[in-house]
């Protein structure tokens, strides 16, 4: 039997990577500890106290088809929220939703990535290291996916405008995530405008994943859809945004992407074809979500504290940055792999080794000399576990 070769080269995913890993290793726990887990980024605080009400008034619409594209009272929630966090007017047709981002970060690429740019074949930006469905997105179109370093010397963040304009001119679509996933860096206004306006110079599409938009330090991160119609083109720019981080709802699988009307007819037009609809209740749920605040307020502040306990607890951790946004601390050590060897041999603590959300690229893997820290417990166990992490990597005094 024959299989596409197209993803032939896709390493393992990360997590069966992590468990190979640590097959042979016995976790380092003292009497009464318990291991900690903190390689997943699967929020732990609670999620709005709405929810279940909501869910069993709806359940009888789990007898009904639902509106693909999304119900009007989800769409116009949506639109509202735009509307007070980023000033926008977005029209529903400018609007879809979906099943979590990571389904419209790869629909959208099948949707709108062309099979060729100006006569040759299209190449899709991905930062390095990345949220890794950008890369089987652009192996699924048959693109050719250009890892752009973004590390600390570019504020890890991808410097795209930097690239040869050849290369740029042969661009379908560029990947950029803000908060990053997995460095915590937070694309500024300048940033942002110079993507947009690099993106209308070299004509190609902007992919903004601002999933981890609600959780930051001091100040809410601008948007790359809200930058663009301020410079007057939002067609540049198509935006995916979800639930699971902002709400604490990463099992509702309930997201949502805005564009240009025309990118948005483009992929509601594949997703009626290939798409599976949220469920009526999941819809219902969503529409109060993004219509509340409180929730997302409360859930931030709980963030903003385990920042204040990592920089007090690695204040001193060579090269460490204090996160700017999201919830995932990207930590300097000499080699990711034996960093997660070491410490759940000495202390019971999963991280996941850097290499494993990154790719080698003329044999250097950006992410190798970093471990990735997930702050989704809450404030006693991420102090404990930091200290516990800090002990066994920096002082050297074990679990």
Request: proline share 9%; charged share 20%; glycine share 8%.
């Amino acid at each position: 039997m024959a299989f596409p070769d197209r993803f032939s080269n896709l390493p393992d995913y990360a997590f069966p990577r992590l468990r190979a890993l640590l097959s042979d290793i016995t976790p380092g726990l003292a009497p009464g500890q318990a291991p900690m887990v903190l390689t997943i980024g699967e929020p732990r605080h609670p999620m709005p106290d709405f929810v279940g009400r909501i869910m069993a008034d709806s359940l009888h619409e789990l007898a009904k088809y639902p509106p693909n594209e999304g119900a009007p009272e989800l769409l116009a929630a949506i639109s509202g929220w735009l509307g007070r966090r980023y000033d926008l007017e977005v029209a529903p047709e400018r609007l879809m939703v979906l099943n979590g981002t990571r389904e419209g970060l790869f629909n959208a690429a099948l949707a709108l990535c062309p099979e060729r740019k100006n006569g040759q074949r299209p190449v899709v930006l991905v930062p390095n290291p990345f949220y890794q469905v950008y890369a089987v997105a652009a192996a699924a179109v048959e693109a050719e996916a250009m890892f752009v370093p973004a590390t600390p010397d570019t504020g890890n963040l991808p410097d795209y405008a930097g690239l040869d304009p050849a290369v740029l001119n042969r661009v379908a679509v560029a990947y950029l995530c803000s908060p990053a996933n997995p460095q915590g860096a937070v694309a500024d206004r300048a940033y942002l405008e110079t993507l947009v306006a690099l993106a209308e110079r070299h004509d190609f599409l902007i992919f903004a994943d601002e999933c981890y938009s609600e959780i930051w330090r001091d100040t809410p991160p601008p948007g790359a859809l809200q930058v663009a119609t301020a410079m007057g083109l939002p067609d540049r720019v198509v935006m995916f945004n979800s639930l699971s981080k902002r709400s604490n709802l990463p099992g509702l699988r309930s997201g949502f992407a805005a564009g240009g009307v025309a990118q948005i007819r483009e992929m509601r037009r594949l997703r009626n074809y290939a798409g599976a609809p949220l469920p009526l209740p999941v819809q219902r749920v969503s529409t109060a979500a993004w219509a509340d605040e409180a929730h997302v307020e409360a859930s931030r502040a709980l963030y903003q504290q385990k920042y204040r306990i990592a920089d007090e607890v690695l204040a001193d951790w060579p090269g460490y940055r204090p996160l700017q946004g999201g919830f995932f601390l990207w930590l300097p050590v000499p080699d990711g792999e034996q960093a997660a060897r070491t410490l759940w041999a000495q202390a019971g603590i999963q991280v996941l080794p850097g290499a494993y959300l990154s790719r080698a690229v003329d044999g250097v893997n950006p992410g190798a000399g970093f471990i990735r820290v997930a702050l989704v417990a809450d404030a006693d166990q991420t102090r404990a576990a930091l200290t516990r992490l800090r002990a066994v990597l920096l002082d050297g005094t074990g679990g």
